[in-house]
């Protein structure tokens, strides 16, 4: 997962944000929230590793198959924090995760890269738009969770290195970057549309979003996450030197 390019300023915490997790999970319908979201999360951090793993197989030099392996192996660290918490707060894991397999899986399958220069545009891209909209979320989350999550989301390094791949690309041949321009495109599009199933398709989840639970979100301030996650995205399109 990636650095926040549109990390959410927030005042001092009230409600549930400023509760621990003892205190906030007594209330059933946060509890079960929260399972979703830690379930999703951690299956995200599987298939981030299991994609990353494959697009090692690609990489055109020794060094950039050994730098694709070393972010690999800190996404399956965040895995095994995540799934390690959900056992101890007496979920089983597989079972948290399972409702999210096949969105994840729907998603990937739906953009698997043909490249190698696909694959680090979707990680780049794919991974950051997710990490955005799990930050927005962890803002409304008990001080113990926020802590979590925030710390599964640190940048394994995959941001900076795609940046510096494609943009040499692009300099040796500049008709890659019309490409991949739409391919970052089409990413977005269903990035965003898998999100908003997978919340959609949860109650739990979904009433925290808009509202039901605590301080969470009402429905113009999903409007405006919506709008800082994709204005972050222009921002990452110019980085990797792509018109948004």
Known sequence: METPDNATETSEPTGIAAQDWATASAEPQYRAAVVDLLGALAYGELAAFERLAEDAKLAP??????????????????????????????????????????ALDDFHRQTAPSDWLEGLVKAYVGDSIASDF?????????????????????????????????????EADPRVGGRLALWA????????????????????????????????????????????????????????????
Do not use: C, W
């Open 61 to 102: 030099t020794l060094a950039d198959k050994a730098e694709l392996a070393k972010m690999a192996s800190a996404e399956f660290h965040h895995f095994e924090r995540l799934t390690d918490r959900l056992a101890a707060i007496d979920v089983e894991p597989t079972g948290a995760m399972e409702p999210f397999a096949k």
């Open 134 to 170: 799990y930050r927005e979320v962890a803002v409304r989350l008990d001080s113990d969770t926020r802590s979590l999550v925030l710390a599964v989301l640190d940048d394994t390094g995959h941001g900076n290195f795609a940046v510096e791949k494609v943009r040499a690309a692009i």
């Open 185 to 244: 495109r089409r990413l977005m599009g269903e990035a965003l549309s898998q999100a908003q199933r997978v919340v959609a398709d949860r109650d739990a989840l979904s009433t925290m979003l808009v509202g039901g639970v605590a301080d969470g979100f009402d429905l113009a301030e999903v409007g405006r996450m919506f709008s800082r996650i994709t204005e972050a995205h222009t921002k990452r399109m110019a980085a990797l030197g792509l018109a948004a």
